[in-house]
């Protein structure tokens, strides 16, 4: 899964097919009978290709001429596309804060510079002995 920063060109939404039928969900859903809208997005990253989804709380407002992060899905010879969750979002950032430990783990091993802290040592005797009560 990879979340991509895209510039939308063109937003299309519909709650319903061009014979004019509302687009409801199926028996096997949930919420059988449940009417939902679909939302078509163009974007530079894309060309003239058009990308599906859902509409949801975090695209309902989309317009041409946003930025917005979406995690796109080849099916077939159509590209999906689904709004990342906030979970989504901070495993992106889990996984780029691991990346950056582990450089900086590297860089120290490579370092001749021995590493300290400045700071005291205390005991708990110390810190006890210290409380006002």
């Given amino acids: 899964m990879n979340i991509t920063k895209v510039h939308l060109t063109k937003v299309y939404i519909a709650s319903q097919s061009k014979d004019g039928v509302p687009f ?3 028996p096997t859903s949930k919420t059988p009978g449940k009417p939902y ?11 003239d290709k058009y990308l599906g989804g859902f509409v949801n709380k975090d ?6 001429g946003d930025t917005v992060d979406i995690i796109v899905k080849q099916n077939g010879e159509y590209l999906n596309f689904e ?10 950032r889990v996984a780029a804060l691991e990346v950056e430990v582990l450089n900086l783990r590297n860089m120290m091993a490579k370092s001749t510079v021995p ?9 708990y005797a110390d810190i006890v002995e210290d409380l006002p009560f």
């Fill in 115 to 123: 590493v300290t802290t400045n700071s005291p040592e205390y005991t």
């Fill in 83 to 92: 709004t990342p969750k906030a979970e989504d979002k901070l495993g992106m």
């Fill in 24 to 26: 409801l969900s199926g």
């Fill in 37 to 47: 809208s679909k939302i078509s997005i163009k974007c530079t990253e894309h060309g």
């Fill in 59 to 64: 695209n309902e407002n989309w317009k041409e």
